[in-house]
């Protein structure tokens, strides 16, 4: 079974701290996807990457960025959190071969 | 603009009827569709998908109806069971071979019992 996990479950942070979420997936798949979820409006994209050192902005990526490093891993980065990103992130990874995208179980980021 | 939206946010069904959810999307050049559930503090779950060169495709008590005609996709659950209260959402992909997906805004099932 695929697993994605994601380092934390619950997260609390100041306005302007810096925030690191971790993405890693066991399967060595190549792309790889940041979400967040609100409610009324669904999984919005973020950023992904198809590859190491690969990333492409996805339809919100204003106050993230993403790294890439190895191909388990994919980090969002809240360079300076504002109380507007207090919302649940999900990361997602596909593999070439299927469409499916396969989800980690979410980190709760509140922002005060 | 591109939008994939559920009719409604909410669904109560009883206990061994059948559910369904439905979807609309605007996008003609989407040719993958796929349904996921989300429990309660968990990441969403594979359900079942669908490719455009179909209208229907069956899996265990699920089935997927694609209705290219009026761009509408629903998901029917049969004999709902307690388990399958969760919020269900449709996504597709944004064009003919994308990977990347555009999700609706999920409907809340609700089982009674």
């Known amino acids: 079974d695929v697993k994605v996990t994601q380092s934390s479950r619950y997260l609390v942070k100041r306005t302007g701290e810096k925030v690191f979420l971790e993405c890693v997936q066991d399967?060595?798949?190549?792309?790889m996807f940041w979400y967040r979820q609100d409610p009324g409006l669904g999984l919005r994209l973020i950023y992904f990457s198809y590859d190491v050192k690969m990333k492409e902005k996805g339809d919100i990526p204003e106050g993230y960025s993403v790294s890439r490093e190895k191909k388990e891993r994919f980090s969002l980065i809240l360079e300076s959190a504002s109380t507007n990103q207090t919302s649940m992130y999900l990361c997602a990874s596909r593999g070439t071969t299927g469409d499916e995208q396969f989800f980690g179980p979410g980190t709760r980021l509140t922002v005060l | 603009g591109e939008s994939v939206g559920l009719h409604l946010p909410t669904l109560s069904v009883q206990e061994g009827d059948n559910s369904i959810i439905n979807c609309a999307y605007s996008?003609?050049?989407?040719?993958?569709f796929i349904w996921y559930k989300q429990e309660s503090g968990k990441g969403p779950q594979f359900i079942i998908d669908?490719?455009?060169?179909?209208d229907k495709r069956q899996g265990q008590r699920v089935t997927v109806l694609l209705n290219k005609t009026v761009k509408h996709l629903s998901l029917q659950i049969a004999a709902t069971q307690p388990g399958d209260s969760a919020v269900y959402f449709c996504a597709e992909n944004r064009r003919s071979n994308d990977y990347k997906l555009s999700f609706g805004a999920g409907t809340t099932v609700t089982v009674r019992a």
């Open positions: 399967m060595d798949h190549e792309n």
């Open positions: 669908i490719r455009s060169n179909m």
């Open positions: 996008n003609s050049a989407s040719d993958y």
